[in-house]
Protein backbone atom coordinates (compact mmCIF):
# COMPACT_ATOMS: atom_id res chain seq x y z
CA UNK A 1 0.00 0.00 0.00
CA UNK A 2 1.39 3.46 -1.29
CA UNK A 3 2.45 5.84 1.65
CA UNK A 4 -0.61 8.29 0.56
CA UNK A 5 -3.11 5.87 0.86
CA UNK A 6 -1.52 4.41 4.41
CA UNK A 7 -1.78 8.38 5.37
CA UNK A 8 -5.68 8.30 4.34
CA UNK A 9 -7.23 5.51 6.18
CA UNK A 10 -8.86 6.06 9.80
CA UNK A 11 -6.16 5.33 12.54
CA UNK A 12 -7.21 3.42 15.27
CA UNK A 13 -7.86 6.18 18.48
CA UNK A 14 -6.07 5.53 21.64
CA UNK A 15 -8.00 5.21 24.25
CA UNK A 16 -9.96 8.21 26.18
CA UNK A 17 -9.64 9.93 23.62
CA UNK A 18 -12.59 12.40 22.18
CA UNK A 19 -14.45 10.64 18.76
CA UNK A 20 -14.53 14.14 17.61
CA UNK A 21 -10.82 15.03 17.97
CA UNK A 22 -8.17 14.10 14.56
CA UNK A 23 -5.79 11.11 14.90
CA UNK A 24 -3.18 10.45 12.45
CA UNK A 25 -2.25 6.83 11.50
CA UNK A 26 1.13 8.14 11.42
CA UNK A 27 3.29 6.18 13.72
CA UNK A 28 7.37 6.92 15.61
CA UNK A 29 8.03 3.15 14.38
CA UNK A 30 6.63 3.52 10.69
CA UNK A 31 7.33 7.12 10.18
CA UNK A 32 9.17 8.91 12.08
CA UNK A 33 13.05 7.63 11.31
CA UNK A 34 16.16 8.81 9.24
CA UNK A 35 18.02 6.71 6.82
CA UNK A 36 20.18 9.00 5.31
CA UNK A 37 23.58 10.83 6.00
CA UNK A 38 23.98 11.39 9.87
CA UNK A 39 26.26 13.66 12.08
CA UNK A 40 28.55 12.39 14.63
CA UNK A 41 27.07 11.65 18.09
CA UNK A 42 29.50 14.78 19.44
CA UNK A 43 28.33 16.99 16.72
CA UNK A 44 24.79 15.83 16.98
CA UNK A 45 24.52 16.64 20.65
CA UNK A 46 26.84 19.91 20.55
CA UNK A 47 24.09 21.08 18.01
CA UNK A 48 21.39 19.51 20.59
CA UNK A 49 23.23 21.92 23.91
CA UNK A 50 23.08 24.82 20.93
CA UNK A 51 19.47 24.34 20.28
CA UNK A 52 18.21 24.22 23.97
CA UNK A 53 20.24 27.37 24.59
CA UNK A 54 18.64 29.04 21.76
CA UNK A 55 15.31 28.01 23.33
CA UNK A 56 16.23 29.04 26.48
CA UNK A 57 17.49 32.51 25.73
CA UNK A 58 13.72 33.19 24.24
CA UNK A 59 12.26 32.36 27.28
CA UNK A 60 14.41 34.60 28.95
CA UNK A 61 13.72 37.42 27.20
CA UNK A 62 10.02 37.02 26.69
CA UNK A 63 9.27 39.30 29.43
CA UNK A 64 11.10 42.06 28.61
CA UNK A 65 10.68 42.11 24.95
CA UNK A 66 6.94 42.23 25.64
CA UNK A 67 7.47 45.94 26.35
CA UNK A 68 9.06 47.14 23.66
CA UNK A 69 6.95 48.54 20.47
CA UNK A 70 5.06 46.51 18.07
CA UNK A 71 7.65 46.70 15.35
CA UNK A 72 11.06 46.00 17.01
CA UNK A 73 8.93 43.35 19.68
CA UNK A 74 8.16 41.57 16.01
CA UNK A 75 11.88 42.33 14.20
CA UNK A 76 12.92 40.16 17.36
CA UNK A 77 10.48 37.30 17.05
CA UNK A 78 11.56 36.87 13.79
CA UNK A 79 15.24 36.70 14.56
CA UNK A 80 15.02 34.28 17.20
CA UNK A 81 12.22 31.78 15.38
CA UNK A 82 14.95 32.09 12.57
CA UNK A 83 17.44 30.99 14.95
CA UNK A 84 15.72 27.83 16.11
CA UNK A 85 16.23 25.55 13.48
CA UNK A 86 19.66 27.24 12.50
CA UNK A 87 20.33 26.11 15.81
CA UNK A 88 19.34 22.46 15.44
CA UNK A 89 21.16 22.29 12.42
CA UNK A 90 18.35 22.65 9.66
CA UNK A 91 18.77 24.82 6.55
CA UNK A 92 15.73 26.92 6.01
CA UNK A 93 14.96 27.67 2.38
CA UNK A 94 11.47 30.45 2.13
CA UNK A 95 9.67 30.90 -1.43
CA UNK A 96 6.99 33.48 -1.23
CA UNK A 97 3.90 33.72 -3.79
CA UNK A 98 4.49 36.45 -6.45
CA UNK A 99 0.83 37.46 -5.63
CA UNK A 100 1.50 36.61 -1.76
CA UNK A 101 1.74 40.01 -0.55
CA UNK A 102 -0.07 41.35 2.64
CA UNK A 103 -3.23 42.52 3.38
CA UNK A 104 -1.85 44.86 6.04
CA UNK A 105 -4.44 44.23 8.90
CA UNK A 106 -5.36 40.88 10.27
CA UNK A 107 -5.37 37.41 8.37
CA UNK A 108 -5.64 33.76 9.28
CA UNK A 109 -2.60 31.56 8.69
CA UNK A 110 -2.63 27.88 7.90
CA UNK A 111 -0.60 25.30 7.34
CA UNK A 112 0.17 21.40 7.21
CA UNK A 113 1.93 20.25 10.63
CA UNK A 114 4.59 17.86 10.67
CA UNK A 115 6.74 18.83 13.07
CA UNK A 116 7.46 20.55 16.39
CA UNK A 117 9.59 22.15 13.80
CA UNK A 118 6.41 23.91 12.04
CA UNK A 119 5.76 26.31 14.72
CA UNK A 120 9.61 28.36 14.78
CA UNK A 121 9.16 28.27 11.01
CA UNK A 122 5.85 30.04 10.44
CA UNK A 123 6.82 32.68 13.04
CA UNK A 124 10.32 33.46 11.34
CA UNK A 125 8.04 34.31 8.31
CA UNK A 126 4.70 35.41 9.72
CA UNK A 127 5.14 35.67 13.48
CA UNK A 128 1.62 36.36 14.76
CA UNK A 129 -0.80 34.52 17.52
CA UNK A 130 -0.42 30.69 17.47
CA UNK A 131 -4.02 28.75 18.27
CA UNK A 132 -2.49 25.79 21.05
CA UNK A 133 -4.55 23.38 22.75
CA UNK A 134 -4.32 24.25 26.97
CA UNK A 135 -1.92 21.61 27.92
CA UNK A 136 0.88 23.63 26.16
CA UNK A 137 -0.15 25.93 28.96
CA UNK A 138 1.52 23.34 31.51
CA UNK A 139 4.36 22.50 29.71
CA UNK A 140 7.89 23.29 31.37
CA UNK A 141 9.57 26.61 29.75
CA UNK A 142 7.23 26.32 26.56
CA UNK A 143 4.16 26.87 28.14
CA UNK A 144 5.59 29.74 29.86
CA UNK A 145 6.94 31.13 26.29
CA UNK A 146 3.42 30.97 24.87
CA UNK A 147 1.86 32.52 27.38
CA UNK A 148 4.26 35.59 26.95
CA UNK A 149 3.75 35.47 23.06
CA UNK A 150 0.04 35.78 23.49
CA UNK A 151 -0.94 32.58 22.57
CA UNK A 152 -4.63 31.41 22.32
CA UNK A 153 -5.54 28.25 24.19
CA UNK A 154 -8.26 25.81 23.19
CA UNK A 155 -9.74 23.27 25.36
CA UNK A 156 -10.12 20.69 22.60
CA UNK A 157 -11.48 17.72 24.96
CA UNK A 158 -15.02 19.68 25.17
CA UNK A 159 -16.92 20.22 21.95
CA UNK A 160 -19.03 22.73 24.05
CA UNK A 161 -16.25 25.09 24.45
CA UNK A 162 -15.66 25.25 20.74
CA UNK A 163 -18.04 28.60 19.87
CA UNK A 164 -16.26 30.38 22.18
CA UNK A 165 -13.08 29.73 20.78
CA UNK A 166 -14.25 30.50 17.15
CA UNK A 167 -15.73 33.80 18.64
CA UNK A 168 -12.14 34.47 20.37
CA UNK A 169 -10.00 33.96 17.37
CA UNK A 170 -12.42 36.34 15.19
CA UNK A 171 -12.19 38.52 18.00
CA UNK A 172 -8.05 38.74 17.73
CA UNK A 173 -8.44 39.00 13.53
CA UNK A 174 -11.40 41.72 14.00
CA UNK A 175 -8.65 43.40 16.22
CA UNK A 176 -5.74 43.49 13.43
CA UNK A 177 -4.02 40.36 14.83
CA UNK A 178 -2.48 37.37 13.00
CA UNK A 179 -3.16 34.52 13.87
CA UNK A 180 -1.38 31.39 13.23
CA UNK A 181 -3.26 27.61 13.23
CA UNK A 182 -2.63 24.05 11.90
CA UNK A 183 -6.36 23.28 11.31
CA UNK A 184 -5.38 19.35 10.61
CA UNK A 185 -5.56 19.18 14.27
CA UNK A 186 -2.64 16.86 14.68
CA UNK A 187 0.95 16.08 13.18
CA UNK A 188 1.36 13.97 10.09
CA UNK A 189 4.45 12.68 8.82
CA UNK A 190 4.34 14.60 5.52
CA UNK A 191 4.77 11.36 3.36
CA UNK A 192 1.02 11.56 2.17
CA UNK A 193 -1.48 13.91 1.31
CA UNK A 194 -2.17 14.64 5.16
CA UNK A 195 -5.25 15.46 6.90
CA UNK A 196 -8.14 17.25 6.95
CA UNK A 197 -8.76 20.71 7.81
CA UNK A 198 -10.96 20.85 10.15
CA UNK A 199 -13.67 23.79 9.36
CA UNK A 200 -14.24 25.34 12.81
CA UNK A 201 -11.58 27.87 13.09
CA UNK A 202 -12.26 29.02 9.23
CA UNK A 203 -15.26 29.96 10.17
CA UNK A 204 -13.56 33.05 12.36
CA UNK A 205 -12.18 34.57 9.47
CA UNK A 206 -15.71 34.29 7.88
CA UNK A 207 -16.80 36.28 10.76
CA UNK A 208 -13.96 38.66 10.89
CA UNK A 209 -13.94 39.48 7.25
CA UNK A 210 -10.56 38.27 6.51
CA UNK A 211 -8.37 36.58 4.27
CA UNK A 212 -6.62 32.96 4.97
CA UNK A 213 -3.07 32.91 4.23
CA UNK A 214 -2.27 29.50 3.20
CA UNK A 215 1.32 28.43 3.81
CA UNK A 216 2.67 24.98 2.88
CA UNK A 217 5.68 23.19 4.99
CA UNK A 218 8.07 20.71 3.45
CA UNK A 219 11.25 19.16 4.49
CA UNK A 220 13.73 17.34 2.80
CA UNK A 221 14.25 14.51 5.12
CA UNK A 222 10.37 13.88 5.96
CA UNK A 223 11.05 11.15 8.41
CA UNK A 224 13.79 12.68 10.81
CA UNK A 225 11.77 15.83 11.61
CA UNK A 226 7.97 14.18 11.49
CA UNK A 227 6.45 14.20 15.12
CA UNK A 228 3.78 12.11 15.31
CA UNK A 229 1.84 9.83 17.91
CA UNK A 230 3.29 9.07 20.99
CA UNK A 231 7.21 10.21 20.19
CA UNK A 232 8.66 11.57 23.12
CA UNK A 233 10.27 14.92 22.44
CA UNK A 234 13.72 14.21 23.92
CA UNK A 235 13.73 10.89 20.60
CA UNK A 236 12.60 13.71 17.86
CA UNK A 237 15.30 16.16 18.83
CA UNK A 238 17.76 13.87 19.12
CA UNK A 239 16.90 12.41 15.57
CA UNK A 240 16.61 15.91 14.31
CA UNK A 241 20.35 16.57 15.39
CA UNK A 242 21.49 13.70 14.02
CA UNK A 243 19.54 13.86 10.13
CA UNK A 244 23.07 15.59 8.11
CA UNK A 245 21.69 17.45 5.48
CA UNK A 246 18.03 18.18 7.22
CA UNK A 247 16.20 21.01 5.34
CA UNK A 248 12.97 22.60 5.28
CA UNK A 249 10.68 24.69 2.94
CA UNK A 250 8.45 27.83 3.74
CA UNK A 251 6.55 28.27 0.93
CA UNK A 252 3.84 31.26 1.59
CA UNK A 253 0.85 31.25 -0.98
CA UNK A 254 -1.60 33.68 -2.14
CA UNK A 255 -4.32 34.66 0.14
CA UNK A 256 -8.10 33.53 -0.06
CA UNK A 257 -10.78 36.21 0.83
CA UNK A 258 -12.98 34.80 3.73
CA UNK A 259 -16.25 37.14 2.48
CA UNK A 260 -16.70 35.28 -0.81
CA UNK A 261 -17.23 31.57 1.57
CA UNK A 262 -19.63 33.37 3.60
CA UNK A 263 -22.42 31.67 1.94
CA UNK A 264 -23.93 28.49 1.63
CA UNK A 265 -22.42 26.68 -1.15
CA UNK A 266 -24.00 24.58 -4.21
CA UNK A 267 -24.06 21.42 -2.34
CA UNK A 268 -25.73 23.03 1.28
CA UNK A 269 -22.84 22.91 2.94
CA UNK A 270 -21.40 25.68 5.25
CA UNK A 271 -19.04 27.90 3.73
CA UNK A 272 -16.58 27.52 6.31
CA UNK A 273 -16.09 23.85 4.98
CA UNK A 274 -15.56 25.01 1.27
CA UNK A 275 -13.27 27.68 2.71
CA UNK A 276 -11.42 24.90 4.40
CA UNK A 277 -10.89 22.50 1.67
CA UNK A 278 -9.99 25.34 -0.68
CA UNK A 279 -7.05 26.13 1.70
CA UNK A 280 -6.37 22.42 1.80
CA UNK A 281 -6.16 22.31 -1.40
CA UNK A 282 -3.80 25.00 -1.48
CA UNK A 283 -1.23 23.79 0.93
CA UNK A 284 -1.11 20.58 -1.30
CA UNK A 285 -0.83 22.12 -4.40
CA UNK A 286 -3.93 20.52 -6.22
CA UNK A 287 -4.48 24.35 -6.86
CA UNK A 288 -2.21 25.99 -8.57
CA UNK A 289 -4.21 29.22 -7.85
CA UNK A 290 -5.04 28.61 -4.44
CA UNK A 291 -9.25 28.60 -5.41
CA UNK A 292 -10.97 28.51 -8.76
CA UNK A 293 -13.59 31.90 -7.31
CA UNK A 294 -10.21 33.57 -6.55
CA UNK A 295 -8.57 32.84 -9.69
CA UNK A 296 -11.50 33.55 -11.98
CA UNK A 297 -11.99 37.22 -9.71
CA UNK A 298 -8.26 37.53 -10.17
CA UNK A 299 -8.86 37.34 -13.92
CA UNK A 300 -11.48 39.67 -14.25
CA UNK A 301 -10.26 42.33 -12.78
CA UNK A 302 -6.74 42.09 -14.38
CA UNK A 303 -8.71 41.70 -17.74
CA UNK A 304 -10.98 45.21 -16.51
CA UNK A 305 -7.89 47.32 -15.61
CA UNK A 306 -6.24 46.36 -18.82
CA UNK A 307 -9.35 47.34 -21.17
CA UNK A 308 -9.37 50.47 -18.60
CA UNK A 309 -5.75 51.30 -19.37
CA UNK A 310 -6.48 50.88 -23.19
CA UNK A 311 -8.98 52.68 -23.35
CA UNK A 312 -7.36 55.82 -21.71
CA UNK A 313 -4.32 55.23 -23.76
CA UNK A 314 -6.44 55.69 -26.88
CA UNK A 315 -8.21 58.34 -25.80
CA UNK A 316 -4.82 60.30 -24.45
CA UNK A 317 -3.66 59.72 -27.89
CA UNK A 318 -6.53 61.30 -29.78
CA UNK A 319 -6.55 63.96 -27.67
CA UNK A 320 -3.39 64.48 -28.23
CA UNK A 321 -3.50 64.12 -31.66
CA UNK A 322 -6.56 66.81 -31.98
CA UNK A 323 -4.58 69.51 -29.83
CA UNK A 324 -1.29 69.57 -32.23
CA UNK A 325 -1.63 72.03 -34.38
CA UNK A 326 -0.97 71.21 -38.28
CA UNK A 327 3.05 71.82 -38.87
CA UNK A 328 4.21 75.02 -41.28
CA UNK A 329 6.01 74.28 -44.19
CA UNK A 330 9.40 75.56 -42.82
CA UNK A 331 8.71 72.96 -39.62
CA UNK A 332 11.35 70.03 -39.27
CA UNK A 333 9.76 67.19 -41.11
CA UNK A 334 7.32 65.09 -39.17
CA UNK A 335 8.67 61.53 -38.75
CA UNK A 336 6.98 58.90 -40.22
CA UNK A 337 4.47 57.16 -38.30
CA UNK A 338 4.54 52.85 -37.66
CA UNK A 339 2.35 51.00 -39.76
CA UNK A 340 -1.45 50.76 -37.89
CA UNK A 341 -0.75 46.63 -37.23
CA UNK A 342 2.35 47.95 -35.34
CA UNK A 343 1.15 50.61 -33.44
CA UNK A 344 -2.10 48.08 -32.68
CA UNK A 345 0.67 45.60 -31.28
CA UNK A 346 2.64 48.38 -29.46
CA UNK A 347 -0.86 49.33 -27.34
CA UNK A 348 -1.55 45.84 -26.97
CA UNK A 349 1.65 44.98 -25.16
CA UNK A 350 1.84 48.39 -23.45
CA UNK A 351 -0.88 48.17 -20.79
CA UNK A 352 0.59 44.76 -19.03
CA UNK A 353 3.95 46.25 -19.03
CA UNK A 354 3.15 49.19 -17.57
CA UNK A 355 1.56 47.35 -14.54
CA UNK A 356 4.28 44.94 -14.08
CA UNK A 357 6.84 47.93 -13.75
CA UNK A 358 4.59 49.87 -11.62
CA UNK A 359 3.22 46.81 -9.48
CA UNK A 360 6.55 45.23 -7.54
CA UNK A 361 4.11 43.32 -5.93
CA UNK A 362 3.53 41.23 -8.65
CA UNK A 363 7.35 40.55 -8.90
CA UNK A 364 8.54 37.42 -7.47
CA UNK A 365 10.55 37.26 -4.46
CA UNK A 366 14.07 35.32 -4.12
CA UNK A 367 14.61 32.46 -2.02
CA UNK A 368 15.60 33.57 1.58
CA UNK A 369 18.41 30.73 2.84
CA UNK A 370 18.71 30.96 6.79
Known amino acids: MSASRTEDRTAP ?6 PWLPVA ?5 SCARHTGAARPPLRAALRLLAGCAWVLLGVVCAAPVRLLPRGPRMWLLRYWARGIPRAFGVRVTVRVHPYARGTGGGELVVANH ?3 LDIPLVAAVLPGRMLAKTEVRDWPLLGRLAGFGSTLFIDRDRLRALPGAVGTVAAALRSGSRVVVFPEGSTWCGRGRGGPFRPAVFQAAIDAEVCVRPVRITYGTRGAAAFVGDDPLTASLWRVVRAAG ?10 IPA ?9 GEPGRRELARAARAAVLGSDRTTTRRTATTARTGTTARTAVTA ?4 TARGAAKAATPSPAPTALPVPIQAPAAATTSAARRSPPQTAVASDRANRPSASVHH
Open 311 to 314: RTAV
Open 246 to 255: LTAEVSVLPS
Open 13 to 18: RPAGTS
Open 25 to 29: PCTPA
Open 114 to 116: ISW
Open 259 to 267: RAYASVSAH
